[in-house]
Nanobody, 120 residues
């Protein structure tokens, strides 16, 4: 019914940049908070950044000053601009959204994941 589709991952050298996108589609009444998580091999999934529909943002300490989260409410899309990338940023990145549908409100909607690899 509702799906989140991600794009923008890839291979980049240290110090480079990437921009991730995630669009929600389906029978949606409203999209509340959206965010980005990442998971490296052998590690737990961790919050990278999130944003309310009003534009309030929150970042993990490890990415502050380097990453910027933004959204376009008209398109139900969230973005993550990643600058000054480091090898430790290598992970699968997942978008997440809190969505109101006919079945109610749930924050358990996830994108398919996109690989970000930072290597020289």
């Amino acid at each position: 019914q509702v799906q989140l589709v991600e794009s923008g991952g890839g291979l980049v050298q240290p110090g480079g940049s990437l921009r991730l996108s995630c669009a929600a589609s389906g029978s949606i009444f409203s999209v509340y908070a959206m965010g980005w998580y990442r998971q490296a091999p052998g590690k737990l999934r961790e919050l990278v950044a999130d944003i309310t529909r009003f534009g309030s943002t929150n970042y993990a300490d490890s990415v502050k000053g380097r990453f910027t989260i933004s959204r376009d409410n008209a398109k139900n899309t969230v973005y993550l601009q990643m600058n000054s990338l480091k090898p430790e940023d290598t992970a699968v990145y997942y978008c997440n959204a809190d969505i109101w549908t006919r079945a109610g409100r749930s924050a358990d909607y996830w994108g398919q994941g996109t690989q970000v690899t930072v290597s020289s």
